[in-house]
């Protein structure tokens, strides 16, 4: 924290000023320049996050203005004079603390260059561009909260033609807005400098600029933020014009998450990220793609955030949280953060000042301000990186059973044991959410039916030691006959992981076998017969058209009779051990009084084929 006489950059009288308690805070990464007995104070203007979209790709993009320096007060008088020798202030309005006036966009740029000078610096002090005016103004926001810098009330932030008395007022009378800046509403207008230069540094144009803020000769509607005075020629003078400095907060650009490995080769990286998650903490590891040597953590604290409940590398609009499959998080207002490196048996730490992250698709899109621990430097870790996460597809299991929970009474748990060699794998629960776009399970259905994750289902799955991941997004797709597929994320031991499907899966039923099978009942319409299998029930209903009936033992003329589910079967269950499940697909057919079975339906909660061939007797 600055001491209170040091609030008020490029005054050398300071002790009748007064400074709000509230007032007396400062970002840490702040500067102060002392020039001649004078101090620059500059105050830190964050990353300004100007626009998130999507490129054609449907690539996250996320438009960030770099974050930059901005002088607390107007340069006085005083300060001008101590570093180019002159005061070209109007005779009418001069001061030590008034800010200076009567100058021109090229004596601002001369200042710039001495100062740069006097303070062994290249190219470090350089007047705002007119978004940096406006920003800064805003207190770092591309929207402003308030009419004028700071306030909505003018007269508690600015000195205009309404409460000035026709004169230049002091540096840092008024209350500055929230990042600490003095005098960017009222007082004297300032100078932006928006000259365009070519690639090579040569001019593109003329030298050109604008002029922001309102001054003390104006009402209180040209003090509003976003006014400016219309583009102004470099050599206007005006006993109004005034302007300030700004500054580069970080040139050096110390991680790029996105550098090729060859730069002839830009589909190569140099860098793996892989996160680890623990609670609200995540921890980024940026390792050497090729010797896996781990250089940066950078560690991420997810604080309280209307973004994100969770860490979450594959956001869905279906999970009910986010409003787009991605989202963006700012520090300081959603999280907070430190970076170790450990390059080249070099170490530092950096503090997280500023910055932004998106995620998307399991790809980081990152703009951070970081400040050294040690020598308190600025610098920059930016670029676009897909994370490593886990990897499974379900090819590599060999068989998949399912069934339906005998908890869930009302039959929307299903539950798929998947098996490796003989031993369980895992158990993958998975629940038809009241919205979801079928009520009950069936693998059989006549076209496919994709199942959303957070919409239609939910997805949990248990591994053989205990662990479990909670998948939040992805679908499922019951193929035809009994085939399915997979493509989830979600989190496990910490860390991001994804189930594919390169090929749909068929699922393994149990065998039941129909020996000893026996005709019970059959329905006086000749339509619904009852099986007696040792005591499970197999019922099933032929469709109402009238060709189809019962016929157990053809004659001559139809040799063969041959009942299909959805052809002839227009509905079927097999009750077993007082459970009733449904018969979902399969066939059977009688000849000469034989029975062959190949009917798949739920058997006691157990997806099961009920399979044979045996002579069928008729009970009497």
């Known amino acids: 924290m600055l001491l209170a006489v040091s609030l008020f950059s490029a005054c050398k009288d300071d002790k009748n000023i007064f400074i709000p308690e509230s007032m007396q805070q400062q970002v840490s990464a702040d500067a102060t320049y002392p020039v001649n007995g004078y101090n620059i104070n500059m105050i830190y203007v964050p990353e300004v996050l100007v626009q998130t979209k999507l490129d054609i790709d449907d690539n996250l993009k996320v438009v960030v203005q770099a974050s930059y320096y901005m002088m607390q007060n107007e340069v006085t008088q005083g300060l001008f004079n101590s570093v180019m020798g002159y005061n070209p202030s109007s005779a009418d309005f001069t001061g030590e603390n008034l800010p200076v006036n009567y100058i021109n966009l090229f004596q601002c740029r001369e200042f710039t260059e001495k100062l740069n000078t006097n303070l062994g610096k290249r190219n470090y002090f350089r007047l705002p561009n007119s978004k940096e005016w406006v920003y800064a103004a805003q207190n770092g926001k591309k929207v402003g909260e308030y009419l004028y810098a700071g306030s909505d009330d003018i007269n508690s932030v600015a000195w205009y033609k309404g409460n000035s008395g026709m004169h230049i007022h002091t540096v840092g009378l008024k209350a500055p807005n929230k990042l600490g800046l003095y005098d960017m509403s009222g007082n004297v207008s300032e100078w932006t400098d928006d000259t365009r230069y070519n690639a090579d540094g040569t001019l593109n144009g003329d030298v050109t600029g604008n002029m922001y803020g309102g001054?003390?000769?104006?009402?209180?509607?040209?003090?509003?933020?976003?006014?400016?005075?219309?583009?102004?020629s470099a050599s206007n003078t005006h006993y109004t014009y005034g302007f300030r400095v700004a500054a580069t907060a970080s040139s050096v650009i110390s991680l790029k998450l996105d550098e090729p490995t060859d730069i002839s080769k830009p589909e190569s990286f140099k860098w793996n990220i892989t996160p680890l998650v623990a609670g609200n903490a995540c921890n980024f590891k940026v390792s050497d793609s090729k010797t896996g040597d781990v250089n940066w953590n950078i560690n991420l604290n997810l604080t309280s955030s209307d973004k994100t409940k969770d860490w979450e590398f594959f956001p869905s609009t279906e999970q009910g949280?986010?409003?787009?499959?991605y989202y963006v998080l700012e520090v300081g207002k959603d999280i907070t953060g430190t970076v170790h490196k450990n390059v080249a048996s070099k170490q530092?730490?950096?503090?997280?000042?500023?910055?932004?992250?998106?995620?998307?698709?399991?790809?980081?899109?990152?703009?951070?301000?970081?400040?050294?621990?040690?020598?308190?430097?600025?610098?920059?870790?930016?670029?676009?990186?897909?994370?490593?996460?886990?990897?499974?597809?379900?090819?590599?299991?060999?068989?998949?059973?399912?069934?339906?929970?005998?908890?869930?009474?009302?039959?929307?748990?299903?539950?798929?044991?998947?098996?490796?060699?003989?031993q369980l794998h895992s158990t993958t629960e998975v629940v038809l959410l009241p919205s979801s776009s079928i009520t009950k399970w069936n693998f059989y259905f006549d076209a496919a039916k994709s199942l959303t994750i957070g919409k239609d289902i939910s997805v949990k799955t248990t591994m053989?030691?205990?662990?479990?991941?909670?998948f939040t997004t992805g679908k499922m797709t019951l193929s035809t006959a009994g085939r399915i597929a997979l493509s989830a994320t979600g989190m496990y031991k910490g860390v991001a992981c994804a189930v594919t499907s390169k090929a749909a899966k068929k699922v393994s039923t149990q065998e039941y076998n129909i020996t000893g099978v026996q005709v019970k009942t059959v329905g006086p319409d000749n339509k619904l017969c009852v099986f007696d299998i040792a005591g499970n029930m197999l019922s099933i209903r032929l469709s109402d058209e009238s060709k189809w009936v019962w016929d157990f033992n053809p004659t001559s003329d139809n040799l063969y009779s041959n009942y299909v589910v959805g052809i002839g079967i227009s509905n079927g269950s097999i009750t077993s051990s007082g459970v009733v499940g449904e018969i979902q697909y399969g066939s059977i057919s009688f000849s000469e009084?034989?029975?062959?079975?190949?009917?798949?339906?739920w058997m006691n909660g157990v997806l099961t084929t009920i399979a044979g061939s045996q002579f069928v007797e008729v009970a009497p």
């Not at 053989?464 to 909670?470: F, G, H, L, R, V």
């Open 593 to 601: 009084g034989i029975m062959n079975s190949s009917l798949i339906g």
């Open 215 to 232: 001054n003390f000769d104006v009402a209180e509607n040209v003090c509003v933020v976003a006014s400016t005075l219309a583009s102004q």
């Open 348 to 422: 530092d730490t950096y503090d997280i000042v500023s910055g932004f992250i998106g995620i998307k698709s399991g790809v980081v899109v990152v703009t951070f301000t970081i400040k050294s621990t040690t020598t308190g430097q600025l610098e920059t870790i930016k670029g676009s990186r897909a994370l490593v996460v886990n990897s499974f597809d379900i090819s590599a299991i060999d068989a998949i059973y399912p069934e339906l929970d005998k908890n869930d009474a009302s039959g929307r748990t299903c539950n798929l044991k998947a098996f490796i060699k003989g």
């Open 464 to 470: 053989n030691d205990a662990s479990a991941i909670a």
């Open 321 to 325: 949280v986010y409003k787009n499959n």
